[in-house]
């Protein structure tokens, strides 16, 4: 059973940066394609990024390309999202979400784990 924990979200003003953290635990973190999802309020669960299980690919929402990063530190079982140029549209609650072997699907029934989210707030 893999434990996910997010964190990192907050109040932020549109143009400002924020990084998410999601902390892993209970698994063989190196097994897991890793991605973000966000939910909006009346709006469904959307793919944010996604990394494979070994770095190898990573993949962007078109809406947040050229903006926001993936990453992953294997050793210390978390993965980040760097969000930069954060818009009001961006407003939503953050979930990662883990997949054993995975490709890094955008389809949300993939994933096996899913952490409580974090709350990210954009002003305008």
């Known amino acids: 059973q893999v434990q996910l924990v997010e964190s990192g979200g907050r109040l932020v003003q549109a143009g400002g940066s924020l990084r998410l953290s999601c902390a892993a635990s209970?698994?063989?973190?190196?097994?897991?394609?890793m991605s973000w999802f966000r939910q909006a309020p009346g709006k469904e669960r959307e793919f944010v990024a996604g990394?494979?299980?070994?770095?190898?690919?990573?993949y962007y929402a078109d809406s947040v390309k050229g903006r926001f990063a993936i990453s992953r530190d294997n050793a210390k079982n978390t993965v980040f999202l760097q969000m930069n140029s954060l818009k009001p549209e961006d407003t939503a609650v953050y979930y990662c979400?883990?997949?054993?072997?995975?490709?890094?699907?955008?389809?949300?029934?993939?994933?096996?784990?899913w952490g409580q989210g974090t709350q990210v707030t954009v002003s305008s």
């Open positions: 990394i494979t299980w070994g770095g190898g690919a990573i």
């Open positions: 209970g698994g063989t973190f190196s097994r897991y394609s």
């Open positions: 979400a883990a997949d054993l072997w995975g490709l890094a699907s955008a389809n949300p029934r993939q994933y096996e784990y």
